[in-house]
């Protein structure tokens, strides 16, 4: 893709908005504690530098990412916070981890050795690498299981070139507020918090709580977090970082989040039918009247999904319009009635647009219902052919805290 664009379909990203973001989720979870702002996914389609420079801005200390390659792209982007690898990748990726001073998940002794070895072979006399251990309380993902916790820890404990500097686990329903498995999940966490100290190990980080459980869990993530008293509590929060609900229970405009990205294009083509005309493929849709139809340049490529053909709503001069006729892979089509629309003019599919009746909204939150899916999947849908226009870069930079929590102590620059 070049970066000139022949197109007006664009992602606006407000970094300033990331940024405040950051800065509520860390008042949110209390004294002390630290958030992780989680950048995978390409910052949920946001951008992972923007994404990840607009959270370090509103306050957060850590990032995280699903991939060693996303690790290497924020660090050839001259990102040098802390960042934590969320799972563990192939074992002949560990060179590649500590060359770009990342900071592993382990819960795998096969992993472990990697890690090792790697290690032994960058620079034998070189202080121990920073992991973070992840202990399995119900995700039943990927972590160690409990009947091989203790066997793992006590590895850990006598391994000369690991240090835990950090244990976590994952909650699998906090974004459900009535059901107990949370609270079934942190009674494990503690009780493997407990198990660490055992062994003799001292972490400095302890976390388990996701933006679901930052928002909504607080008071008992930090219960199960103070059995290790010495250490900082920390956060990962993914999805209410970019202003997005986690669920239908945990919405992020109950807690004052804002989203973080518009999705806009234009007016490509304008035509005028008649009634019973049927357009687009399998005219699945025919006009109900004499009207005006619209061409906007933007599909099912893009991220617009073929499962909301009849389902989907557009802002155009303010006003909710219906997209009419199936979604195809580049184009849709917008049914404007009598009001003729011109070539050029804006069309909002996700975001805000004033209008002479005030202000509309469409949100990710409204095509997540309509599609009985979640606001991480069609973020994170959104398309590489999309750019992205950064917008509030320098609200970013405003909204950084006066000051910041120290950093832990960290065992050696290798774990970062």
């Not at 059901?179 to 388990?208: K, M, N, S």
Request: charged residues 20%; proline residues 7%; negative net charge.
């Amino acid at each position: 893709m070049t970066s000139t664009r022949h197109r007006p379909t664009v992602a606006v990203v407000d970094a300033g908005a990331i940024a405040r973001n950051t800065a509520r989720l860390r008042t949110a979870a209390g004294d002390g504690a630290h958030v992780c702002a989680v950048v995978k996914a390409d910052g949920y389609g946001h951008g992972l530098v923007t994404a990840a420079r607009a959270a370090l801005a509103g306050g957060a200390t850590w990032l995280a990412v699903a991939l060693v390659e996303e690790g290497e792209a924020l660090r050839a982007a001259g990102v040098d916070a802390p960042v934590l690898v969320l799972s563990e990748p192939p074992p002949a990726a560990a060179g590649a981890l500590l060359a770009a001073r990342l900071t592993p998940t382990v819960y795998r002794p096969e992993f472990l050795t990697a890690l090792e070895d790697a290690h032994a072979a960058a620079d034998p006399d070189a202080a121990p690498v920073a992991v973070h251990v992840k202990l399995d309380t119900g995700m039943t993902r990927v972590g160690v299981a409990p009947a091989d916790r203790d066997a793992l820890l006590a590895r850990l404990a006598t391994s000369e070139r690991l240090d835990v500097e950090g244990v976590q686990t994952h909650l699998a329903r906090a974004d459900e507020l009535d059901v107990p498995t949370t609270a079934e999940q942190l009674a494990r966490f503690r009780a493997g918090l407990d198990a660490v100290r055992d062994v003799g190990l001292t972490p400095r980080l302890v976390h388990v709580a996701n933006s679901a459980a930052t928002l909504h869990h607080t008071p008992a993530w930090r219960a199960a977090v103070a059995a290790v008293p010495d250490a900082a509590p920390l956060v990962r929060t993914g999805i209410a970082l970019y202003g997005l609900d986690a669920g239908p229970q945990v919405t992020a405009a109950a807690h004052g989040l804002e989203p973080a990205l518009r999705l806009v294009s234009a007016v490509s083509h304008v035509r005028h039918v008649d009634a019973g005309t049927p357009v687009s493929y399998g005219h699945r849709w025919s006009a109900p009247a004499a009207g005006w139809l619209a061409t906007v340049p933007i599909g099912y490529a893009d991220g617009v999904p073929r499962g909301l053909t009849g389902r989907l709503d557009v802002l155009h001069r303010g006003r909710r319009r219906p997209v009419v006729g199936t979604v195809t892979m580049d184009q849709v089509l917008v049914w404007c009635g009598d009001d003729e629309p011109a070539h050029g003019d804006e069309v909002v599919l996700l975001g805000t647009q004033a209008g002479p009746e005030g202000e509309g909204r469409i949100g990710l939150e409204e095509w997540a219902e309509r599609l009985d899916t979640i606001t991480y999947e069609l973020a994170t849908g959104i398309s590489a052919r999309v750019p992205r226009v950064v917008v509030g870069a320098d609200q970013a930079d405003a909204a950084a805290p006066a000051a910041q929590d120290p950093e832990p102590s960290r065992a050696s620059g290798e774990g970062r």
